[in-house]
């Protein structure tokens, strides 16, 4: 049942991208002052708040984990924190062309591409904390107590460039822009695609995750008897 | 009361034993003075040029010496196993926490105090002009770096790599502070007041102190029991 | 009440059962000695009693209560494998810092009174770095005395001392349990520890194989009760 429900949610993700691609590359026109490249904002905000939304559900799995002692809830943290860690490379990363092509820098230090860079490292920080634990629930616990604390840089993200003059420009889609609907409806349509694809990775991560948890306990056993 | 009595119980015990044999803080505060000098010399930097990176200098210099100090907080405690004593102990883990962070927290402040005439001489930087403003950047900003330094010190008090790990999960929590810091710092020293441009910085400052003692305060007991 | 409770304590280490179904008690006043080869679990099991770690599965109580709170912790007395001393503090510093930390009503006056029951009062201002391995333990089991806990745990506290510092120590273990409280102690040192003990238990792979009164045939052979329950 379970991998029915996975490939279920795989296909139609790869189906709305399919559609996606093709509505931001045949249908949608050029942008009035940026030309061809401004279509990678359909990939680089929805990576973003797909990231976002990783990062929450692993401090409610981390903040959970610590209240129940369930290992269920750290396998969710550790699964959905790298799948999210992929999605901000993503978004860094397009981010990085865009800038190189619209402003001619490939980086820039300002609040918002520093939070997003530091919120890579820090749950980059989290993959490598749980890597130099050995001992099961130790890590489990300590992954869950870091992931708390890394949590609350994402804030810190999400509040910036309302706070801060900076060179990323002003949100386009919320911020009170005029942009076009059929635009608008195309990101909206993407992040839903890239959310889907963020559950079927994770349902993926999280399955193996558990057959390996499985395969301590038949070890345990084993050696027990 | 009570957990306040227990507060300074611990620091005490921290400052007591540190300053006994002066390791961490001698270390520091050599890195701390070794850093600026060398910067200094290499980059010979003008008037305006230091007034721009006063900030960024001055805190990047803080964040490494202060790491030599907030990394050995919970280190000192392994030998002996001594952890399990304070473990054992009918104290909260908020206690030992706050404790041990004052005491860190008198330690680098100091290491800072000493850095900043060095700085002034050795850049011919007129510093003091806001001096009580700066003291109080100086003063939230330390504390942010000691609580962040402080509880990963506990994270990793029995890992593999700690003195690799420590640093490296530490210094990307800290870079909000850090840059709020800078900004503040690089204004006061510019003779510019807190407020109005820079209030948000402050106001980011502070939150983060907050917002962090809390947590730790919170979580510590979690960290080395469960 | 029963003053040290295990039951079915079980701990993985990764894939590793260090400690399997393990029931264990401790009646106030009992002398527990818990022994077992090395790896056995021994001191797994004393730290999960402890408190320093938790069971993946089961329960310890320590006088009916979770051995985390804390008024359970200011009645519990605890000698691990190493002292738990700081070197850079004197003996006295460190027995008056852990008086406080009990919340001792004098904690310098109980400080002196220990370093004198443990023989150390000369040496009161030394370093713990300067001294010799004896007076290391003595102190240690000072620290763990200090607060007149109800319950001592101890991790094979005899080994590697000197005549005297087991002289200490014995006499003050029997002076606890003739005031009515409780020992648990994890040994190799079969011959001290059977001396004072009234239960014994063995933990074998971590399992207990063994939990019995001490009988004068454990005293007169210490390896009575490996060969009649222990595996080769």
């Avoid at chain 1, 396998?75 to 402003?103: H, K, M, Y």
């Avoid at chain 2, 962070?101 to 290491?111: D, K």
């Avoid at chain 3, 648990?184 to 520890?193: C, D, F, G, I």
Wanted: glycine fraction near 8%.
């Amino acid at each position: 049942m379970r991998e029915k429900i996975i490939y279920g949610l795989g296909i139609l993700a790869a189906v709305l991208l399919a559609r996606n691609l093709y509505s931001i590359f045949m249908q949608l026109p050029d942008e009035a002052s940026q030309g061809m490249i401004y279509r990678i904002i359909f990939f680089h905000v929805p990576a973003a708040i797909t990231a976002m939304l990783c990062a929450g559900t692993a401090a409610i799995a981390s903040v959970t984990f610590l209240v129940t002692k369930n290992f269920k809830y750290d396998a969710v943290a550790v699964a959905v924190t790298e799948v999210g860690l992929a999605f901000l490379a993503a978004n860094l990363v397009t981010g990085s062309i865009w800038g190189r092509i619209i402003w001619g820098i490939w980086w820039t230090w300002d609040a918002r591409l520093t939070s997003a860079l530091v919120c890579w490292l820090l749950y980059a920080g989290y993959l490598m904390l749980r890597q130099a634990i050995e001992e099961p629930t130790a890590r489990a616990r300590i992954g869950a107590v870091f992931n708390i604390f890394a949590f609350t840089d994402v804030p810190i993200v999400f509040f910036s460039i309302k706070w801060w003059r900076t060179q990323h420009p002003q949100p386009v889609f919320w911020g009170g822009g005029s942009i076009d609907p059929a635009m608008y409806w195309t990101a909206a349509l993407n992040l839903l695609a890239l959310v889907l694809l963020a559950v079927v990775l994770t349902l993926i991560r999280l399955r193996q995750e558990e057959v390996q948890r499985e395969i301590d306990s038949l070890r345990r056993y084993a050696h027990a008897v | 009361m009570d957990f306040i009595r227990q507060v300074l119980v611990i620091t005490r015990k921290d400052l007591r034993a540190e300053l006994r044999t002066k390791e961490a803080i001698n270390a520091s505060l050599a890195f701390a003075l070794v850093i600026l000098v060398l910067f200094s010399f290499a980059f010979d930097p003008t008037a305006d040029q230091t007034r721009e990176m006063s900030g960024g200098l001055l805190w990047i210099v803080f964040a490494f010496a202060g790491t030599l100090v907030l990394n050995r907080s919970f280190a000192r405690e392994l030998p002996n196993d001594c952890l399990d004593a304070l473990v054992a102990a009918p104290i909260s883990g908020g206690a030992l926490f706050l404790g041990k962070a004052l005491a860190n927290f008198v330690l680098v402040m100091a290491v800072e105090l000493v850095s900043l005439p060095v700085f002034g001489i050795f850049y011919n930087v007129h510093w003091t002009s806001r001096f009580w403003s700066l003291l109080l950047v100086l003063a939230l900003g330390t504390w942010g770096l000691t609580v962040i330094g402080t509880i990963f010190s506990a994270l990793t008090v029995n890992i593999r790599l700690r003195e690799l790990m420590a640093p490296l999960l530490v210094y990307p929590m800290l870079i909000p502070a850090l840059m709020s810091a800078m900004q503040l710092t690089m204004d006061l020293i510019a003779g510019k007041p807190l407020g109005g441009d820079n209030e948000i910085w402050l106001r980011l400052l502070v939150a983060f102190d907050v917002i962090f003692t809390a947590l730790s305060l919170l979580l510590l007991e979690t960290v080395l029991v469960g | 009440m029963t003053a040290v409770a295990a039951e079915g304590v079980w701990k993985f280490y990764g894939d590793y059962p260090a400690l399997r179904d393990v029931i264990l008690h401790a009646e106030q006043g009992a002398c527990l000695a818990l022994i077992g080869r090395n790896g056995a679990g021994k001191t797994t099991l004393l730290r999960i009693i402890g408190g320093f770690s938790k069971a993946a599965r089961g329960q310890v109580r320590i006088l009916g209560s979770d051995p985390r709170e804390t008024e359970t912790r200011r009645r519990v007395g605890w000698i691990g494998h190493g002292i738990s001393v700081y070197d850079e503090l004197s003996a006295f510093e460190n027995l008056s810092l852990f008086g406080r930390l009990y919340n001792l009503p004098h904690p310098r006056k109980t400080a002196m009174e220990w370093l004198e029951r443990t023989g150390l009062e000369r040496v009161k201002d030394g370093l713990v770095r300067e001294f010799s391995r004896g007076m290391r333990q003595r102190l240690a089991v000072a620290r763990a005395f200090l607060h007149q806990p109800s319950v001592l745990l101890l991790d094979e506290p005899f080994t590697a001392l000197d005549d005297r510092a087991i002289a200490v120590l014995q006499r003050l273990l029997r002076e606890a349990l003739a005031e009515g409280r409780t020992v648990v102690m994890s040994t190799h040192q079969l011959r001290e520890a059977l001396e004072l003990a009234t239960q014994v238990a063995l933990l074998n792979r971590g399992k207990i194989a063994f939990h019995g009164e001490r009988t004068p045939e454990m005293v007169a052979d210490p390896g009575w009760v490996y060969a009649h329950y222990g595996e080769g």
